[in-house]
């Protein structure tokens, strides 16, 4: 009974040794390391009246560790509603620019094609003047912003068909949106 032990034990410690001296399997490299994304959309917000927003977004990306990422993005909202505010027609169509953080659920060249993503920015925008008040107009407001995106990266090859919703903070109406675009592999 002894001799079976010795020579389970013997057998054990000379396949961790074999095993040992595998090599080990290469990381997964990330499918991008720098990306661009032009993504455009339609949403809706309330403002008192419901209104159409049509957000445009140019964003890059760089992969910093693992699936996180940072981002900086410029974005166009362009408003379906017109107002008159002092006796002239205005719109809050807006411009933002941002900066943030984005985790990319599978961004390995072995992952699946579709590849979930969730993203959290801050930035600074500039939006056309809002809605009379007692009779008063105020000029464009420049404000601080924010907003977050989830979405779906659907990879083919180095191109991908990119969906998601987002909402991005506005003084006058805030969307909520859906939008769909492209995002390709710069490196």
């Not at 719109?91 to 993203?119: Q, T, Y």
């Not at 907003?147 to 068909?161: E, F, M, Q, Y």
């Amino acid at each position: 009974m002894r001799a079976c032990a010795t020579t389970f034990l013997l057998l054990v410690a000379i396949a961790g040794q074999a095993r040992a001296d595998l090599p080990l399997a290469p990381p997964d490299p990330p499918r991008w390391r720098l990306r661009a994304s032009l993504l455009s959309g339609a949403g809706g917000s309330t403002d008192g009246h419901a209104t159409a927003m049509f957000p445009t977004t140019l964003e890059f990306g760089a992969r910093v560790w693992k699936p996180l990422s940072i981002d900086v993005a410029a974005q166009a909202v362009l408003a379906g509603e017109e107002y008159e505010a002092c006796g002239r027609p205005r719109r809050p169509n807006a411009i933002l620019g941002s900066g943030g953080l984005r985790v990319d659920f599978k961004n390995g060249r072995s992952a699946s094609w579709v590849a979930p993503f969730v993203e959290a920015h801050l930035g600074v925008g500039r939006q056309g003047p809002g809605r009379e008040q007692n009779g008063l107009c105020s000029g464009p407001p420049t404000f601080f912003t924010g907003g977050a995106r989830l979405g779906l990266d659907i990879w083919l090859g180095r191109v991908a068909v990119t969906v998601a919703v987002s909402y991005d903070y506005l003084p006058t109406a805030a969307p909520v949106s859906a939008s769909i675009g492209a995002s390709v592999v710069l490196f």
